[in-house]
C-alpha cells in the first residue's frame, strides 16, 4: 500500500537538515492562523505557568526519557502557543533551555582543545627534527593514541538543537527575548563566537541547524543588548560584532550563513560601541562586500522580486557608508571605479518602460485651420479661378449680345479630378451635385457643340460609384440643368453635311488637362494664355517669352508686387514637378487671423501652440515603489543611497585636503576667537596658548600628511573623483528618465567636472 507524502513545508530550512523550524519573523503571523496538531502538542496543563512545571522538570531530570519527552513538545508550544509561551511564567526555563547547549559547547571546545594538543604535538616534533634533538613525551603520546579524535554524542547535538530552536521560536516575542539577553546566556554566545574560526567554519557546515538558531536568537536580543552595563560584556558584544561576524561573513560560501550574518552587521553598526572594525577586518569587509554585489542572478519572468541576498549586501553598504571613516575606506579601494560603475548600472536593476500619455491642456490648445499650402487650398484656388472665367465668359456669349468665346481648347474626354474633389461632389444632393459637376467639367466655348448621349454617359460614368448618396438623374434632366449651370450653352438640333439630325449642346466643351495640370497656370496677371504649361520648365519658358519681353521692376505674379523683381524671386512662384506632402491642417494661435496665414512673412505671427488631437508623449523608466506611499524601494533605491553618501563623503575628503579651505577655517576660528569669548574678548596669553597649540596640531597633522600614506590616500581621492566624472553621463539619464523618484536622491551625486 503506497502512502502520499504531504508536500514540503515552508518551515524546512535551506540547509542539508530536513528537520522542521520555525518559520521566519516575517513568516511566523501566516503559520500562526493555521492552527494544527502533531503528536507532540503539550496539553494546556502541561503549559500552566508554575514552578513545577512538568516540562521543565523533565529538562532539567537529565534522564534521558524525560528529557526528548519534553523538548519536542517545547518546540511545538514555542511556535504553535505564542501568546501562552511566556518564559517568565517558569522559573529559570532559559537556564533549563541552555543546559544542553551548554553541553554541546563543552564537547566543542574539549573538540578545540584535542585538535589544539595535537597540532601542538605535530609542531613540537616539526621542530625537533629540525634542531636535531629527539622529543619524547610518553604520557602525551599515550593520550592521543587513546582518543584519535573527539567526538560528540548525536544525542547531545539533536537536544542542543531543539533547545536552541525553543530559544529562537521565544525570541521573537519581545518579553522573551529580554529574559534571554541575561549575562548567562550572553556568556555562553561568548564562549561560543570564541572558537577559532576555521573551526566555526567547519562546524557550520557539519552541524548548520544549532548555528541558524543562535545567529537568529542574537539578531532578537539585539535591542536590549545596550543594557549590559558590566565593561567585560560590552567588550565581548564588541567582539562577537567588530572581528568574529565580518570575518564569518567573509570567509564562509554558505548563503543561509551570509544571509543571517548581514542582518547582524547591519544591526551592529546603529551603536558605534558594536561597529569598531579594525583595518584589516574592515578592509576584508568592504571588498567581501563589493564583490558580493557583482553576483546578482537576473529577474527572470517568472521571478521579479530581487534577491534577499543583494538587498541585504546593499543595506550593510549604506550603514557603512553613512561612517566618514568607512565611507572613505570604500572610496580608496583599488577597484572603485569598476564598483562605482556596477553600482550605477544597478540603478536600472529591475526596471521597466513605461509610456505616458496626457491630453493636451486648454489653455495651450490652437486652433485648427486648413494648410494655405495643402492641396485642398489649391483645389479651391482652381475653383475659383475657374468661377471667375465662367462668369467672365458668359457675359461674352452670343445670347448676351456679346462677340463669343473663341480661341478656347475644349478636350474630348472629361478631365480628370482630384480626389478631394470626387469625394466632395459624391456627398451632394441632387441637383447641385449635377450642376458643380458641370463646373469642375466643362468651361465655355461660342465654337464647340458636345453631343447629348456623350454628355450623358461622361455623368453616369462619373457619378456611377459607391461612395454616391443620391441616385442617378435622367437624361434629360440632367440635360435641362446645363442651362442652370452653363446659361450661355444650351441644347438644340444640330444638322450635319449629311442633312442628318444630331441632338447636342452647344456653348460649352469639355475642360482641357486636369487638376494636377492646372498647378502649372501661369497667374501672371493678365495672361492672355495662363493655361498652356503642363511642366515647370515650359510654365518658365512661357512667363520669359510672354511677359518679360520687357524688363520688370517689380513681381505681378498673382498680388505679389515685390521690388525688385529678379529671376530668382520668380523661380520662388514656380510650382516644382513633383510637390511634397504637407498636413492638410495646421495649428495657428487663437489670436492670428485666417488670411495672415498665407502671407510670406510669418515672424509677426504668435507663436502656434499644440494642436487639440495631439497627446503628451513621455517616455521613461520604472523602478519598484511602496504601493501605499510611492516611494522608490528595492536594489535600485539601496544603489542611489549608496551613491549619494559616497559622494558626499568624497567631497568632504576633497576639501579637508584642500589648503585654501583649511586656512580659511582657521581664520575664522581665529576671529570668532578674537570676538567672542563669553561676550568678552579673549585674553592675550590665553590666545598665544591657543594658537601654539594649533600651530602644533597643525605641524603634527602636516608631518602625517606628508607621509607616504597620505600621498596614497589624495591620489586614491582622485581617482575616485574620476570615477564619478565617469558615470556622470549615465548618472544624468537616470536622473531624466527615472519616474519612480529616484532623481531626489542622486542630486548630490551630480556636477563632478
Given amino acids: 500500500m503506497s502512502r502520499t507524502l504531504p508536500p514540503q513545508s515552508a518551515l524546512f530550512t535551506s540547509t542539508s537538515t530536513s528537520r522542521q523550524i520555525a518559520p521566519l519573523p516575517h513568516q511566523q503571523q501566516h503559520q500562526q492562523q493555521q492552527s494544527r496538531w502533531t503528536p507532540y502538542s503539550p496539553s494546556p496543563i502541561e503549559l500552566y505557568p508554575s514552578p513545577k512545571n512538568r516540562l521543565f522538570l523533565s529538562l532539567r531530570s537529565g534522564i534521558d526519557e524525560e528529557v526528548d519527552y519534553a523538548l519536542p513538545r517545547l518546540v511545538v508550544a514555542s511556535f504553535d502557543e505564542v501568546e501562552k509561551f511566556k518564559l517568565e511564567t517558569w522559573v529559570d526555563s532559559v537556564g533549563a533551555l541552555k543546559e544542553w547547549p551548554e553541553k554541546w559547547l563543552e564537547g566543542l571546545e574539549l573538540e578545540v582543545a584535542h585538535d589544539h594538543l595535537r597540532e601542538s604535538r605535530r609542531l613540537k616534533e616539526k621542530l625537533g627534527e629540525d634542531n636535531g ?28 538543537t531543539n533547545s536552541l530552536l525553543v530559544l529562537r521560536n521565544a525570541s521573537f516575542t519581545h518579553s522573551n527575548a529580554k529574559i534571554i539577553c541575561r549575562t548567562s546566556f550572553l556568556s555562553f554566545l561568548n564562549r561560543f563566537f570564541t572558537l577559532p574560526l576555521d573551526f566555526l567554519l567547519e562546524l557550520s557546515l557539519k552541524y548548520p541547524e544549532p548555528i541558524h538558531h543562535i545567529l537568529n536568537i542574537l539578531q532578537s536580543i539585539f535591542p536590549y543588548l545596550a543594557g549590559q552595563q558590566e565593561k567585560q560584556q560590552q567588550d565581548e558584544i564588541r567582539n562577537m560584532f567588530s572581528k568574529v561576524l565580518p570575518s564569518l561573513l567573509v570567509h564562509t560560501r554558505d548563503l543561509a ?26 578592509s576584508q569587509l568592504i571588498d567581501h562586500l563589493l564583490n558580493l554585489i557583482i553576483l546578482r542572478p ?9 534577491p534577499i541576498l543583494l538587498d541585504l549586501t546593499l543595506d550593510l553598504l549604506i550603514s557603512l557608508s553613512q561612517n566618514t571613516l568607512y565611507a572613505k575606506s570604500i572610496l580608496l579601494h583599488q577597484s572603485f571605479s569598476a564598483h562605482l560603475k556596477n553600482l550605477v548600472y544597478l540603478l536600472e536593476y529591475g526596471s521597466r518602460q513605461t509610456v505616458a500619455n496626457w491630453d493636451n491642456p486648454l489653455s495651450l490648445t490652437g486652433k485648427v485651420v486648413r494648410n494655405p499650402a495643402s492641396d485642398y487650398i489649391r483645389i479651391e484656388n ?17 445670347i448676351f449680345g456679346g462677340a463669343g468665346v473663341k480661341n478656347v481648347d475644349v478636350g474630348d474626354k472629361p478631365p480628370i479630378l482630384e480626389r478631394s474633389t470626387r469625394e466632395r461632389l459624391f456627398a451632394m444632393r441632387e441637383p ?26 461622361a455623368y453616369r460614368d462619373f457619378f456611377q460609384n459607391p461612395s454616391t448618396v443620391d441616385p442617378l438623374l435622367s437624361a434629360s434632366e440632367v440635360i435641362k440643368n446645363v442651362t442652370v449651370a452653363f446659361p450661355g450653352a444650351m441644347a438644340k438640333v444640330w444638322m450635319d453635311e449629311m442633312g442628318g439630325q444630331k441632338f447636342v449642346i452647344a456653348g460649352m466643351g469639355f475642360r482641357k488637362g486636369n487638376d494636377d495640370q492646372e498647378r502649372f497656370t501661369c497667374l501672371w496677371q493678365n495672361c492672355p494664355t495662363p493655361h498652356s504649361s503642363t511642366d515647370p520648365a515650359t510654365l518658365f519658358s512661357h512667363i520669359q517669352s510672354t511677359h518679360l519681353s520687357t524688363p520688370q521692376i517689380s513681381c505681378r505674379w498673382a498680388t505679389c508686387s515685390h521690388t525688385p523683381f529678379t529671376t530668382s524671386h520668380l523661380l520662388t512662384h514656380l510650382p516644382i514637378l513633383h510637390p511634397a506632402q504637407v498636413p492638410e491642417v495646421i495649428t495657428s494661435h487663437a489670436t492670428t487671423p485666417d488670411h495672415s496665414l498665407s502671407q510670406s512673412i510669418i515672424t509677426n505671427r504668435a507663436i502656434p501652440p499644440l494642436a487639440k488631437p495631439f497627446k503628451l508623449h ?13 516611494h522608490p524601494v528595492g536594489t535600485a533605491f539601496l544603489a542611489s543611497l549608496i551613491i549619494r553618501n559616497l559622494s558626499k563623503s568624497l567631497r568632504s575628503e576633497l576639501n579637508l585636503i584642500d589648503g585654501d579651505l583649511l586656512k580659511e577655517k582657521r581664520e575664522e576660528k581665529k576671529k570668532h ?30 608631518q602625517q600628511d606628508e607621509g607616504e600614506d597620505a600621498e596614497y590616500v589624495k591620489v586614491q581621492l582622485e581617482k575616485a573623483r574620476n570615477a564619478f566624472m565617469s558615470v556622470q553621463d549615465r548618472l544624468r539619464d537616470v536622473v531624466e528618465c527615472n519616474i519612480s523618484g529616484l532623481a531626489s536622491y542622486l542630486g548630490d551625486s551630480l556636477g563632478w567636472y
Avoid at 634533538?133 to 542542543?160: G, Q
Fill in 133 to 160: 634533538e629527539e622529543v619524547v613525551d610518553l604520557d602525551l603520546d599515550l593520550a592521543l593514541s587513546i582518543i584519535p579524535s573527539w567526538t560528540i554524542p548525536p544525542s547531545t547535538i539533536d537536544r542542543a
Fill in 257 to 282: 550563513m551570509i544571509q543571517n550574518i548581514l542582518p547582524l552587521l547591519i544591526l551592529g553598526l546603529t551603536n558605534n560601541t558594536y561597529s569598531q572594525f579594525d583595518n584589516t577586518n574592515l
Fill in 298 to 306: 537576473t529577474p527572470t519572468s517568472t521571478n521579479t522580486t530581487p
Fill in 382 to 398: 482652381a475653383s475659383k479661378r475657374r468661377r471667375m472665367e465662367r462668369d467672365q465668359n458668359q457675359r461674352q456669349m452670343e
Fill in 432 to 457: 447641385n451635385r449635377s450642376i458643380a459637376w458641370m463646373h469642375e467639367t466643362f468651361v465655355y466655348s461660342s465654337t464647340s457643340q458636345l453631343l447629348q448621349v456623350t454628355f450623358w454617359h
Fill in 618 to 630: 513621455f517616455l521613461g523608466q520604472t523602478t519598484p515603489l511602496d504601493s501605499q506611499k510611492r
Fill in 673 to 702: 576667537l578674537l570676538e567672542e569669548r563669553f561676550g568678552l574678548p579673549i585674553p592675550e596669553n590665553v590666545l598665544r596658548e591657543e594658537e601654539a597649540e594649533e600651530q602644533e596640531n597643525l605641524k603634527n597633522t602636516q
